[in-house]
C-alpha cells in the first residue's frame, strides 16, 4: 500500500492539532485508553474534550496551548497510509515547521474562516512554495463560529487565493470545516448544505505521491566508515536510485571509480539495496572514503561546484552580515562559506521586498543569494534530490538559516 506524507500549518491556534486529532478520531486510529486519557486531561483544563491534546504531549504545549515541536502521527484509509506532520504555527518555532515541511509532498494550509489571512498563514504558506510543495489543500477552519456562513466562507477563500496565486500556488481545494465538531472532516455535513465538494478526508485520496526516488540516478552520501575485521564499511543512507553488488561507482569529489564489492545490512545477507534505506558498502578496490564524500553512478554525477545560487530563510535573531563565515552543511557535506551577495531581502510573511544588493539579512527574512564554498560540493536542484538540493548554515555551532538550491549549472 502507498504511503504519502502531508504538513499541516497555518497560523497559531487556527486548529491543526484539533484537525488531526479529530481525525484520527473519527477513523477509528485511536486506541479507547487514549480517548479516555484526552477526556481526563480536558476535564482536568476545565474544557469539553480537546482532541488536539493528542498530539501536545508536552506538559508545557498543553499548558500555553501551542505546539512546539513537529509531530508525525500515522492512519490509513482504503486506499493508501498517510503520515501527518502537524507543524508548530507560533512565529518563534518556525524553525521546526520548515523541518516538518521539507519531509512532505503535499500540504493542508488550515486559515481560521473567523480570523481569516495572518501574519503566520502568509509565512507558512510562503515556506511551502519555497520548498516546491505545489499540492496543497486549503481548509478554512471554525466555520461553526460565523455560522457556517457561505458569503464569509467566500470572502476568506478569495483573500487567501489572491495572496496563494502571488507566490505561485494553486491549491487543489478549498473545504470549509470546523475540526472541534467534526463537520466536513471525515464525512460531509448536513450544517454547511452550501458546500458540494469532498470531505476533507476524502480530498486527500486525491493527492498523489511524488515520482519515486528509487527510479532516480544512485546518490550515496557517505556518513562514516567503520572498520571491522578486515572489512573498510562505509555507511549511509540511499538518497536516490539502487545499489547493488558488481556495479561501477564514482567516487565525488575525488573522481575515482571502482565497483561495489558487497552490500552490508544488519542480520540480513543481500545484494541489493534501494533509495531510503540505510546501509553499508565495501569496494572492490582500495579507494579511500570519509565522512562527505557522494557515491553515483558514472556519468549520472551530482554538480560538483564552490559557487551556489539559493534561497535562504534567516532564522537567527542576530543579524547577518555579508562576509561573516558561516558553515554550510548538505547531506553529509561540511565545508565553510560565505554569502558573496544578497540579491534580495524579503519579508517572509509579506513578499515585500525590503532591499536589493543588500548587506545585512535580519531573523524571519528571506533572500535570495549566491553561496561561495571553500571546496566544492555535489548538489542537485531540490526538487530533484531533495537531500542534496536544501542545506543549514551554521554560525558559532547554531543552526542561523535553512536554505534550498535554486540553480544547478
Known amino acids: 500500500m502507498d504511503v504519502l506524507s502531508f504538513v499541516i500549518v497555518g497560523h497559531v491556534d487556527h486548529g491543526k492539532s484539533t484537525l488531526i486529532g479529530r481525525l484520527l478520531f473519527d477513523t477509528d486510529s485511536l486506541p479507547p485508553d487514549k480517548i479516555e486519557e484526552i477526556r481526563k486531561a480536558s476535564t482536568g483544563q476545565g474544557r469539553r474534550t480537546e482532541f488536539a491534546y493528542l498530539l501536545d504531549h508536552l506538559e508545557e504545549e498543553r499548558q500555553q496551548g501551542i505546539t512546539i515541536d513537529t509531530t508525525q502521527v500515522f492512519f490509513k484509509t482504503p486506499k493508501r497510509r498517510y503520515v501527518i506532520i502537524d507543524a508548530p504555527g507560533h512565529v518563534e518555532f518556525v524553525r521546526n515547521m520548515i523541518t516538518g515541511a521539507s519531509q512532505a509532498e503535499a500540504a493542508v ?14 509565512r507558512h504558506s510562503y515556506m511551502l512554495s519555497l520548498l516546491g510543495l505545489n499540492q496543497v489543500v486549503v481548509v478554512l477552519n471554525k466555520m461553526d463560529l460565523v455560522d457556517f456562513s457561505s458569503e464569509r466562507f467566500d470572502s476568506v477563500k478569495e483573500d487567501v487565493r489572491q495572496w496563494l496565486e502571488a507566490i505561485g500556488i494553486q491549491p487543489i481545494l478549498y473545504i470549509p470545516i470546523s475540526a472541534i465538531e467534526g463537520y466536513n472532516i471525515a464525512q460531509r455535513s448536513e450544517n454547511i448544505p452550501w458546500y458540494n465538494g469532498p470531505a476533507f478526508l476524502e480530498s486527500l485520496d486525491s493527492l498523489h505521491n511524488k515520482q519515486s526516488a528509487r527510479d532516480k540516478p544512485m546518490l550515496l552520501p557517505i556518513q562514516d566508515v567503520y572498520k571491522i575485521a578486515d572489512k573498510r564499511i562505509n555507511v549511509g543512507r540511499i538518497e536516490a536510485g539502487t545499489i547493488q553488488q558488481g556495479m561501477e561507482i564514482k567516487i565525488i569529489p575525488s573522481g575515482q571509480t571502482t565497483t561495489v564489492n558487497s552490500i552490508e545490512k544488519f542480520l540480513q545477507d543481500t545484494d541489493k539495496a534501494l533509495a531510503s534505506e540505510c546501509i553499508g558498502i565495501t569496494t572492490a578496490d582500495s579507494v579511500f572514503l570519509e565522512r562527505g564524500n557522494i557515491i553515483c553512478s558514472p556519468g549520472k554525477e551530482p554538480t560538483l561546484t564552490d559557487r551556489i545560487p539559493a534561497s535562504v530563510f534567516w532564522m537567527s535573531k542576530r543579524d547577518f552580515t555579508k562576509g561573516q563565515k ?25 513578499l515585500e521586498v525590503i ?33 542534496l538540493g536544501r542545506f543549514v548554515l551554521v554560525q558559532d555551532e547554531n543552526t542561523c538559516a535553512g536554505g534550498i538550491i535554486t540553480g544547478v549549472n
Not at 558561516?326 to 519579508?347: D, F, M, V
Open 109 to 122: 494550509l488550515i486559515v481560521d474562516a473567523a480570523e481569516g489571512v495572518k501574519e503566520q498563514t502568509r
Open 326 to 350: 558561516l558553515t554550510l552543511r548538505c547531506a553529509t557535506q561540511e565545508t565553510p562559506c560565505k554569502i558573496e551577495t544578497i540579491g534580495k531581502r524579503i519579508n517572509s510573511a509579506t
Open 355 to 387: 532591499e536589493e544588493n543588500a548587506e545585512v539579512l535580519k531573523n524571519l527574512e528571506v533572500a535570495e543569494v549566491i553561496i561561495n564554498t571553500k571546496k566544492p560540493i555535489a548538489i542537485r536542484n531540490f526538487n530533484d534530490v531533495q537531500e
